[in-house]
């Protein structure tokens, strides 16, 4: 096995400390929404979320019922 040059790493806490370093700048970059912003994603995201219960729920109702009259007719 060859020779390696002895380049150190640096210990724990100096990593955790880029890491931070590199943390608080991308979070600087960040584009936050404003509450209005939120509020309207938020309602259509409920929205959704009420369609898709009634939609799953109509669903569960119509297969019960194929279900329960192919047992009657045996």
């Avoid at 936050?32 to 219960?53: C, Y």
């Avoid at 009634?54 to 192919?70: A, F, P, S, T, Y």
């Amino acid at each position: 096995m060859a020779n390696q040059a002895s380049t150190s790493k640096p210990g724990l806490v100096a990593r955790a400390k880029i890491y931070g370093g590199e943390v608080r700048t991308e979070m600087e970059k960040v584009t936050w929404p404003t509450q209005e912003d939120l509020k309207a994603s938020t309602t259509v995201v409920m929205m959704f979320l009420g369609l898709f219960a009634v939609i799953i729920g109509g669903m569960d109702v119509v297969l019960q019922n194929i279900v329960l009259w192919l047992f009657k007719l045996t």
